[in-house]
């Protein structure tokens, strides 16, 4: 019992760190912000927006490149029909369904 009640205050602990080092960074950002001037804020939300913008078209451009793969490859063509009688069947000897 000793055990787990330690193990439980371990990840208690654990969790309560993470939680207060979270504070401290938005306490942090907040600073930092409240430090900049509007202009310097407006420049960096048209940068991160900029940068959203290149994430989104190269994650497309990835999709994209993964689905023309997938459609030209032989993964469907090599496969055995399961009901053309050839390869393995879901009959056993008395070809009943199992």
Do not use: C, V
């Not at 001037?37 to 994650?59: S, T, V, W």
């Not at 490859?73 to 069947?89: A, D, P, Y």
């Amino acid at each position: 019992m000793g055990l787990l009640q330690e193990a439980i205050q371990r990840m208690k602990d654990k969790k309560q760190k993470f939680k207060d080092a979270d504070e401290d960074f938005k306490i942090q950002h907040k600073l930092e912000e409240r430090r900049k001037n509007a202009n310097e804020r407006e420049l960096e939300r048209y940068q991160e927006e900029g940068r959203q913008k290149q994430i989104q078209e190269a994650l497309s451009f990835y999709r994209k490149q993964k689905s023309s793969e997938m459609w030209h490859t032989n993964n469907f063509t090599n496969n055995q029909n399961l009901f053309s009688g050839s390869g393995f069947s879901m009959r056993n000897n008395d070809q009943r369904w199992i």
